[in-house]
């Protein structure tokens, strides 16, 4: 009876053996598909208790967030593109648009009109969308 269990044993561990190595080696569409959902579960789960366990720190080694570099950078970037940088996107852009339009190619004109128009309004376009405070 003893040695009945150990060869039920192990004829379930060879047969589930066998089935793992199938499933890795050449897995069918829906043992994929069952794959990729858990390990986006799994992906869901990790990064909402991580976002749960955070907390703020009370010390004195942790500093506040200074924006001010990050600021200026924006600042300089939004000075090119209202500058002759954005004068020179707008103007390549257009001529780019109407050279699209006369070739036929409309969704390409319309890409480059967007690119064109969003060189013009940038600086507003952020300052409706995003917090713009420390942003000159």
């Excluded at 939004?78 to 940088?85: D, H, L, N």
């Excluded at 954005?86 to 480059?112: E, P």
Aim: glycine content about 10%; charged content about 10%.
């Amino acid at each position: 009876m003893f040695l009945n269990t150990i060869n039920s044993v192990r004829e379930k561990a060879t047969s589930f053996s066998q089935r793992v190595v199938t499933i890795v080696s050449a897995p069918t569409q829906t043992q994929t598909q069952i794959g990729l959902f858990t390990i986006g579960m799994l992906l869901i789960v990790i990064g909402l208790h991580l976002d749960v366990i955070a907390q703020e720190v009370q010390s004195e080694l942790v500093g506040t967030y200074n924006d001010e570099r990050v600021s200026e950078a924006v600042n300089r970037l939004f000075g090119y593109i209202e500058g002759s940088f954005g004068a020179l996107i707008m103007v390549a852009a257009g001529l780019g648009a109407i050279m699209a339009a006369a070739l036929g190619s409309y969704s390409s004109a319309l890409g480059l009109l967007v690119v064109a128009v969003g060189a013009f309004i940038l600086r507003s376009l952020v300052g409706t969308f995003f917090n713009t405070d420390t942003i000159g």
